[in-house]
């Protein structure tokens, strides 16, 4: 069921991209579904949309979400209420949609079933898939990540580069959930494209897996693998980069990674620590040391239900070391000028301690 928060919505139809992208003056604004639009990345990508402000944009949201953020960002937003696990909701949600962006799925490292990683980063993106399909939707953006390459043979990798051996179930989720994708490109015109997100950084994350709050509150004993170096994002180039690559002429069946901003684990906590005024943990743990523990963490999670504060996934994948990865393409094809990282981190560190 289709519902608006506010009114002022109109459903139409739109003409096809002008040579310049989209056109400066559409008759009609084209509607633009978001999956997993109350999401960290999916609030940023709503307003990126709302401030280009050629689109009708029209949400995919859970019955029980939190909308308040969203609507306070227009009276115009559209809700649909669905999930992306279940398949007959998103017929209303993508009906006369000519893009859908589908930013839902779990972004996390730990689940007490694993099987979550897969009913939505796989099946559930399969879902989105095979309902664009149905709808004839024009453009599909998925968005990934850099860790769906897994262990690749080369660094730095690039868009091309095959996919190695995944250290967590989070990597191998979704890069199942984009083969599924680009297997419909192949075979049944998905017109699909798919930007890998490094690891994104900003105000308003409400996931622990960036350790900006623990390390902010002055929570953190020790680093762990403190010479790995990391790629990183600003949330609000990422909400840029999916929308260029949305609106870019000819970026279907293209893919795009999305993010250069390096830092190994030492300098990411000390540029933390200095924002913060909180002193970064000299002792450096091997990984090898913290594998017991880890593994007793996990059993004693999977007993309680509660996050453990090392998932092994996480240890698995700083085992796995340095995953750096070429982000040309992204700025050649789709202009991209990237924040530095300690801006993005200067955000997230007021809003804490704020």
Request: aromatic share 8%; charged share 20%; net charge negative.
């Amino acid at each position: 069921m289709i519902f608006n928060a506010l009114p002022g919505v109109i459903e139409v139809h739109c003409d096809e991209l002008s040579a310049s992208g989209v056109n400066s003056m559409p008759a009609k604004p084209r509607i633009v579904t978001v999956t997993g639009a109350v999401g960290f990345v999916g609030r940023h990508v709503v307003q990126r949309l709302l401030d280009d402000g050629r689109f009708a944009v029209r949400c995919l949201v859970r019955p029980d979400s939190d909308v308040s953020a969203l609507q306070a960002m227009s009276a115009k937003l559209q809700f649909v209420a669905g999930d992306i696990t279940v398949p007959d909701t998103l017929v209303d949600a993508f009906q006369d949609s000519w893009g859908v962006i589908n930013v839902a799925g779990y972004r996390e490292f730990w689940s007490q079933d694993r099987d979550q990683f897969y009913a939505l980063n796989e099946r559930g993106a399969r879902n989105v898939f095979e309902a664009c399909l149905a709808a004839e939707v024009k453009k599909v953006l998925q968005v990934s990540t850099p860790l769906a390459f897994g262990l690749p043979d080369t660094l730095p990798f690039n868009e091309e580069t095959p996919a190695g051996p995944h250290a967590s179930d989070y990597a191998r989720s979704k890069y199942q959930g984009d083969q599924v994708g680009w297997l419909l490109h192949r075979e049944q015109g998905l017109p699909l494209t798919t930007v890998y997100l490094a690891a994104v950084i900003g105000a308003g994350d409400d996931k622990a897996t960036m350790e900006v709050g623990r390390m902010v509150e002055g929570k953190l004993p020790a680093l762990v693998g403190a010479d790995t170096t990391y790629t990183y994002v600003y949330v609000r180039d990422a909400a840029d980069a999916i929308f260029k690559a949305l609106v870019k002429r000819n970026s279907v069946g293209q893919s795009y990674l999305i993010g250069n901003q390096r830092a190994t684990t030492r300098e990411y906590f000390t540029l933390i620590g200095q924002l913060a005024g909180v002193a970064v943990p000299k002792r450096n743990i091997p990984e090898a040391w913290l594998l017991p523990v880890a593994r007793g963490m996990e059993w004693l999670a999977r007993t309680t239900g509660k996050r453990p504060v090392l998932p092994i996934d996480v240890l698995k994948t700083t085992m796995a070391g340095s995953l750096l990865f070429d982000a040309s393409r992204s700025i050649e094809a789709l202009g991209m000028q990237y924040t530095p990282l300690q801006t993005a981190l200067a955000e997230a560190v007021e809003e804490l301690q704020q």
